[in-house]
C-alpha cells in the first residue's frame, strides 16, 4: 500500500492541483490497487456474521461509485475501519459483551491441570455416561447432555475450593 502523509481528496480538479502541491502523487494505478484489495476484502468478509454490516455497506458504495469520484481519504479511513475489525475478530472474541468481560489472554500462572479439575472431569464422566447408558433401554430415551454436567460441576468445584488445602505437590520433580 502507498504511504500518504495526508489525506487527500480526488473528488474535483482542485483537489488534484493540492495533491500535486503537496508532492503527494497519486496515480490511476495506487488507486486500482486500493480498490482491488477493498473488493478483495469484500469478498473475504460480506457473508461473515460478526462482521460490521455498515462498514461493507460503506465499502460497496466505495467500489461502486466512479473512480474520479473516490474520496481517497474516506477510503482509507474504510480500509483502516476493515483492518481493525479484521484484526479484532482474529485476536479477540467478535462479540463486544464477551469482550466486556473476558481477557483475550491467559494466566500461565493459573493451572488449569488442577486436582479439582480432574477429579470432577472423572467423577462426572463416569457418573453421567453411566446414566445416559442406563437410560438408552428406556423408550423414549433420556439424555443428559454435557451442558447439565456442567452446571452440576460448577458448585461442586466451587464447594471444593473451599474445603480442599491449598497445598501444592510435585508428583514427578
Given at each position: 500500500?502507498?504511504?500518504?502523509?495526508?489525506?487527500?481528496?480526488?473528488?474535483?480538479?482542485?483537489?488534484?492541483?493540492?495533491?500535486?502541491?503537496?508532492?503527494?502523487?497519486?496515480?490511476?494505478?495506487?488507486?486500482?490497487?486500493?480498490?482491488?484489495?477493498l473488493?478483495?476484502?469484500v469478498?473475504?468478509?460480506?457473508?461473515?456474521?460478526?462482521?460490521?454490516?455498515q462498514?461493507?455497506?460503506?465499502?460497496?458504495?466505495?467500489?461502486?461509485?466512479?473512480t474520479?469520484?473516490?474520496?481517497l481519504?474516506?477510503?482509507?479511513?474504510?480500509?483502516?475501519?476493515?483492518?481493525?475489525?479484521?484484526?479484532?475478530?482474529?485476536?479477540?472474541?467478535?462479540?463486544?459483551?464477551?469482550?466486556?468481560?473476558?481477557?483475550?489472554?491467559?494466566?500461565?500462572?493459573?493451572?488449569?491441570?488442577?486436582?479439582r479439575?480432574?477429579?470432577?472431569?472423572?467423577?462426572?464422566t463416569?457418573?453421567?455416561?453411566?446414566?445416559?447408558?442406563?437410560?438408552?433401554?428406556?423408550?423414549?430415551?433420556?439424555?443428559?447432555?454435557?451442558?447439565?454436567?456442567?452446571?452440576?460441576?460448577?458448585?461442586c468445584?466451587?464447594?471444593?475450593?473451599?474445603?480442599?488445602?491449598t497445598r501444592?505437590w510435585?508428583?514427578?520433580?
Amino acid at each position: 500500500m502507498a504511504d500518504y502523509r495526508e489525506p487527500i481528496s480526488l473528488s474535483s480538479h482542485s483537489d488534484k492541483e493540492k495533491a500535486d502541491a503537496t508532492g503527494t502523487k497519486i496515480d490511476e494505478s495506487d488507486l486500482q490497487s486500493l480498490l482491488d484489495q477493498l473488493r478483495q476484502i469484500v469478498a473475504e468478509n460480506e457473508l461473515d456474521v460478526n462482521f460490521p454490516v455498515q462498514i461493507i455497506a460503506q465499502a460497496r458504495e466505495m467500489l461502486d461509485a466512479d473512480t474520479k469520484h473516490i474520496d481517497l481519504s474516506q477510503l482509507q479511513e474504510v480500509m483502516s475501519d476493515i483492518e481493525k475489525h479484521r484484526d479484532l475478530i482474529e485476536n479477540d472474541s467478535p462479540y463486544p459483551e464477551v469482550r466486556a468481560v473476558v481477557d483475550p489472554t491467559d494466566d500461565p500462572e493459573i493451572s488449569a491441570n488442577t486436582f479439582r479439575a480432574w477429579f470432577l472431569g472423572m467423577i462426572a464422566t463416569i457418573v453421567f455416561t453411566g446414566v445416559n447408558q442406563f437410560f438408552t433401554l428406556r423408550y423414549p430415551t433420556i439424555a443428559i447432555y454435557s451442558i447439565v454436567a456442567q452446571l452440576l460441576s460448577y458448585p461442586c468445584g466451587v464447594f471444593m475450593a473451599k474445603t480442599l488445602p491449598t497445598r501444592q505437590w510435585n508428583l514427578f520433580g
